[in-house]
């Protein structure tokens, strides 16, 4: 089947089970789609072992010919990012600048060296002979929050104000950070030259400064573009180039894709929108991008949940899926809590800030797509038979599903409490 017909497929699969949802449910809407996608791979696996209808293999091919990694990490996410940078309002990130900063780069990189040798340590102690570099990568992988999860579930949950944005400045701009550290302990475990101090600054420089850089560059010459016409649709047809040609020219420059269409999202969505559309175009352009969102949003965590078809499960796979989920949450805490014994000395902050950023820091697609981009092959666990791709990706799988279910559905009562503390200190 043409991929094309299978996208078209999920995205009507994943809009029924919107709609039942909207009918019959409560959940947040992506939740459902998670949860449906999962239920129904458990549907063909458990048919399949019964003996009802062998579907298993061919719904796992035609998963792995639609490329999850590229699909997003070269398709979609641009515009999610580009739709999320629109809602941010650039006086709040200002007054949270220092705070987005350090837990983008301080509490990613602390989280990642925790997973990593905790994890290491576990499976020497329960006979998995990981190699410490793979339990790097994973911590690396993990470690940054994702941004498409976050806005799609926590930030419409309307959290107090500084919360709020601290939650999506840092899963909007720790992917530049985040890739730079992944990619370091992906050429040290794949490539053949070994990494220095002056390459890994050499690759922060070009990828997250020079995506910024290229992001600014790109907001400006769209923004005149934007204020020089007044036609609604010719409007909204430029800033749907911005994520389409932008990314993929951000791409060929060798710079960050996503932290541009971030920093583009926010010039437009600030000052452009301001100076540029007129009201009748502030409301098309948020009709508009709030719908793209919520379709590619709908047909990414359909496939987020049908990648499980895709696995082959090990009694190992099952251990340190059970071990990840606590690990990263662990990892997440103490992280954000170093960050804070320093914020707490210039400012006060809710009671409940530094729970609801651990438990609101969830984590989807980008890395289970990092997940994807491990070689199979790379290392087999001697006398196990078993691919460590296979193990980093069953980890990444558990805690992403736990991270958009559980987490994702019962964060609203942790921001419900504290929007309570912040009235009553008023």
């Known amino acids: ?140 992988l993990i470690s940054p929050t994702d941004p498409i999860a976050v806005l799609a579930i926590v930030k419409k949950m309307n959290a107090p104000q500084r919360i709020s944005t601290q939650i999506e400045g840092e899963s909007l701009f720790n992917d530049g950070f985040g890739l730079v550290i992944f990619v370091t302990l992906f050429t040290i475990a794949f490539g053949s030259e070994v990494p220095t101090v002056s390459s890994v600054a050499a690759l922060f420089a070009q990828e997250a400064l020079g995506g910024i850089a290229y992001g600014f560059v790109l907001g400006l010459i769209f923004h005149y573009l934007i204020s020089a016409t007044n036609d609604h649709s010719m409007e909204l047809l430029l800033t749907f180039c911005i994520p389409t040609a932008g990314y993929v020219i951000a791409d060929q420059l060798h710079v960050s894709g996503p932290l541009a269409m971030v920093v583009v999202g926010i010039i437009i969505g600030n000052w452009t929108r301001e100076t540029g559309f007129s009201k009748e175009s ?33 009694g190992e796979d099952w251990i340190l899926m059970a071990f990840a989920i606590p690990l990263v949450l662990i990892a997440r805490y103490l992280s954000v809590r170093f960050c804070y014994l320093g914020f707490n000395r210039f400012r006060t902050y809710n009671p409940l800030s530094v729970k609801i950023l651990t438990w609101g820091g969830l984590r989807g697609g980008l890395a289970l797509a990092m997940a994807m981009a491990v070689p199979a092959g790379g290392m087999v666990l001697p006398d196990k038979g078993i691919d460590v791709r296979e193990l980093i990706l069953v980890m990444t799988y558990s805690v992403v599903v736990f991270s958009i279910l559980v987490q994702g559905s019962t964060i609203t009562g942790m921001i419900e409490r504290a929007k309570g503390l912040e009235k009553s200190s008023e």
């Not at 809602?87 to 990189?109: N, Y």
């Not at 098309?284 to 499980?308: K, S």
Request: charged fraction near 10%; charge should be negative.
């Open 282 to 314: 502030q409301d098309h352009l948020d009709h508009f991008w709030e719908l793209v969102d919520e379709f590619l949003n709908g047909v990414l965590f359909l496939l987020i949940g049908l990648t499980m078809l895709t696995f082959s499960f090990h």
């Open 1 to 140: 089947m043409p991929i094309y017909n299978t996208l078209c497929y999920f995205a009507l699969a994943a809009i029924l089970i919107a709609f039942v949802n909207h009918k019959i449910g409560k959940m947040q809407t992506t939740i459902a789609i998670t949860a449906g996608s999962i239920l129904l791979s458990l549907i063909i696996v458990i048919a399949g072992q019964s003996g009802w209808f062998h579907l298993e293999d061919v719904a796992a091919q035609v998963i792995t010919d639609i490329d999850f990694e590229s699909f997003l990490l070269k398709g979609i996410l641009g515009f999610l990012l580009f739709a999320g940078g629109l809602g941010i309002e650039l006086s709040h990130m200002r007054d949270q600048k220092w705070e987005i900063t350090v837990l983008a780069l301080l509490a990613t990189l602390l989280s990642t060296f925790f997973i990593g040798i905790v994890l290491y340590f576990g499976c020497q102690t329960i006979g998995i002979p990981l190699n410490f570099i793979y339990c790097l990568i994973f911590g690396a």
